[in-house]
């Protein structure tokens, strides 16, 4: 029976780590390796429900770090002491819904040894109501094969959902980056692009994710942050050869999320320009739809960054061979555009 590694960031989350870890132990595959990693927390209790645990359940290893790493440096200390045939994480204040996941994780992995992820899909849990609300990511029961079907949408960007082979990510020396934002996107973003895993996602509501208004997840997230974030993904990702299919994914992850973060960009336009050169330099032809000019002309930041990122790239520019088309579709779609809405307000006044 091969091993599962389950880390457990912890911090300032004492009302909810019983919980927690009950939901763990409690599993019924029992070869688990549970790694509790206390980030240097102020809170004595956290420390002694941890220390209680780790009294009773031999599988537990109890870790707590001299200064706060955040979570990512959390999690990146169970990764490096996990010696799990598989890896999964749990954030503190939230918990398991299903006493049988790991072992139909686990069974899912043996039935197809070319799986590098199985994921399972999350519930909302509200404390004040003690209510669930599903919460459906990406088409269940499906695998998704390298290179074509997978994309960095279709595993979602966040964690604590998935359970990967241990090894893929040790010998890829894909870590999480520690006092940053956004830490999960990082991760799922160097994963998939460096993996190309292979990927299957099953149809059980198994993760309760609680729903806390003073949470970091509540309270760090903006269309700034995200902005910088992408960016600094992205430089990060440039610095490694990357196959350009690869990185196609990646550009098409920050345009699926232009809706999400073009609210209020005021002062990101660097990055911002920075991404939509890159963006437009790697469109391919029947990716050109109205859907991704419209981000663009709603918001004026965006708007200039596009002016300044891709109009000077005009097909006079170029001394090729061919005429840059694609460039030249897109100031000829992005001009009718203009034209057409320009012509929508003089109707209405």
């Known amino acids: 029976m091969e091993k599962l590694s389950v880390v457990v960031p912890v911090y300032n989350t004492y009302p909810y ?15 688990l390796e549970i790694i509790v990693v206390n980030d240097a927390s102020p809170y004595i209790e956290d420390d002694e429900i941890c220390k209680e645990y ?45 006493e049988n996941i790991y072992e139909l994780v686990v069974n899912t992995f043996k039935n197809n040894k070319k799986l590098d992820v199985v994921g399972f899909n999350v519930n909302y849990y509200y404390d004040e109501t003690n209510m669930y609300e599903a919460m459906s990511y990406v088409d269940v029961n499906k695998i ?5 079907l997978l994309k960095i949408t279709n595993m979602s960007d966040i964690i604590w959902h998935k359970v990967f082979i241990l090894n893929s990510i040790k010998d890829n020396n894909i870590y999480f980056k520690e006092n940053f934002l956004y830490e999960d996107t990082d ?43 992408l960016y600094e993904t992205y430089r990060d990702l440039e610095e490694i050869f990357i196959p350009n299919e690869n990185m196609k994914y990646f550009l098409n992850y920050i345009l699926e999320n232009y809706r999400e973060i073009e609210n209020g960009l005021a002062e990101d336009s660097k990055e911002l320009e920075y991404l939509t050169n890159k963006i437009f330099k790697n ?14 002309i709603k918001n004026e930041e965006v708007k200039k960054c596009y002016e300044r990122s891709v109009l000077k790239y005009k097909p006079y520019k170029y001394k090729l061979v061919t005429p840059n088309i694609i460039i030249y579709k897109i100031i000829r779609e992005i001009k009718r555009i203009i034209q057409q809405i320009g012509g929508i307000f003089k109707w209405k006044n």
């Open 187 to 229: 991760f799922m973003i160097k994963y998939i692009i460096l993996i190309n895993p292979i990927y299957q996602f099953l149809d059980i509501a198994a993760y309760g994710f609680r729903q806390r208004n003073d949470s970091v997840s509540h309270t760090k997230y903006s269309a700034s942050n995200r902005i910088k974030s």
């Open 283 to 296: 469109l391919q032809e029947n990716e050109i739809t109205l859907d991704i000019f419209s981000l663009f």
């Open 54 to 98: 780790a009294s009773i359940d031999e599988r537990i290893i109890y870790i707590k770090h001299e200064e706060n790493k955040r979570q990512g440096g959390a999690r990146n200390t169970g990764i490096k002491v996990a010696t799990g045939k598989y890896i999964t994480f749990i954030d503190s204040d939230d918990f398991l819904i299903k």
């Open 17 to 31: 780590l019983r919980q927690c870890l009950e939901s763990i132990i409690n599993q019924t595959y029992k070869n």
């Open 144 to 148: 998704y094969k390298k290179p074509k």
